[in-house]
């Protein structure tokens, strides 16, 4: 019997861009598939596009607003593949991925992630195209090396109980990846922008990274071990940042505008000094 896919949509609050999510995953030429949409406490109006399809899809899960980690849970765990592809309802992927995922992952058992080149677009068009890394466990300590959407074995999900709940502000997917990939296997980038990445004005991405830092101690911290066991790849990230961080002061500091700058600011300066001492 050939293995099933499930393709599991968390959607909340998007009625702009949810039906063309929808319609791709329908659309991926992978034949023995199954649609899942977590309607995550979404408004009116993205309820009635999410039920205009439900002669289309398989399953429409329907849960009080708990953040992009719980209703990828949700749809998991409901879901009969052997193999998840999660798809962001702002995003959609090329009909071919999902086949030409699993069979990649179907003929290594060490391959634990399927991912791919991104095509970023805004309104305007394409912005550039996106290659993650990929790699093994090492390489996504510091970096995910996998974009957010990608393929994956339910079972693996199950060893690693799924994404982390307490984690709704973003850069769940990458926590996820580290605890996947610490149990070994690596991530396989298909070198074509197979993905599609809606760049909006307004994202829980861009979000994640105005706090990214308290984001990064508390990944960095729950899975204190890996890094921990990574003790000299800790140390020489750190001191890589603290350098590129010096030089692009250094090179902030000797430029023009800079300098102008001081040069402004001199006079009040001296009178603060001399006035309000």
Known sequence: MIEKLSIVIPCYNDPL????SIDSAISQSYGNKEVIVVDDGSNFETKGIIKSFKSKIDL???QDNKGLSAARNKG???ANGEYIIVQDSDDYFDSSFGEKAINIIRSNENCKIVTCEARRFSQTGTIDIFTPVGGNLQNFLFQNSAIGNALFRKDDFLKIDGYDE?????????????RLLALGGYAHVIKEPLFNYRQKNISMRKKANQIQFEIWEYIFKKNRHLYLSSYDKLIENYT???????NQFLKLKDSKEYILGGLVLKPFRYLKKRFLS
């Open 17 to 20: 861009f949810i039906e063309e």
């Open 166 to 178: 307490e984690m709704t502000q973003g850069f769940e997917d990458w926590e996820f990846y580290i």
């Open 76 to 78: 998991i765990q409901e």
């Open 240 to 246: 890589k940042t603290l350098r590129k961080e010096r």
């Open 60 to 62: 429409i899960i329907t």
